[in-house]
């Protein structure tokens, strides 16, 4: 089973937010399911969380076992952009302005769908009208 990790999770970790310690221990049971990852979007993402460094980061992602997955295929950007067009589109139809320029979500997104089994998010909502088959874990 594998589980990709949205940037907030690490980022909560690493800010000390309340639902850090749940979710430390939260990726220790589902390191024993399978593989952690993260795309190539979320590790661009988690360099901006304060007191970061490189050094932070690579003993974070050793420490963890969380594997970084940075090939994104043409077929992926495919996907990508449908899922953005298609929420562009709802945003204008709804009254709501141009779409935001969230398109780190949307890659995210898509590397769960298409290469994982699940994406571990503070932020459900967020993905769940573009990829409502994607089983997502809450904590």
Not at 30 to 46: D, F
Not at 119 to 129: C, E, H, S
């Amino acid at each position: 089973m594998k589980t990709a990790l949205d940037s907030n999770i690490i980022s909560a970790i690493f800010g000390l937010e309340p639902p850090s310690a749940a979710l430390i221990g939260l990726l220790g049971r589902l390191r024993l399911e399978g593989a952690l990852v993260i795309c190539g979007a979320v590790y661009a993402e988690i360099h901006a969380i304060p007191r970061m460094n490189p050094a932070l980061l690579s003993e974070f992602l050793s420490d963890t076992g969380i594997a970084i997955e940075a090939q994104t295929s043409l077929e992926d950007w495919r996907l990508t952009g449908s899922v953005f067009a298609q929420y562009a589109v709802r945003r204008r139809k709804n009254g709501d302005g141009a779409a935001k320029r969230l398109l780190a979500d949307f890659i995210i997104g898509t590397h769960a769908a298409s290469h994982c089994d699940r994406l571990l998010t503070l932020d459900p909502q967020r993905y769940k009208q573009g990829f409502p088959a994607l089983t997502l874990l809450e904590i």
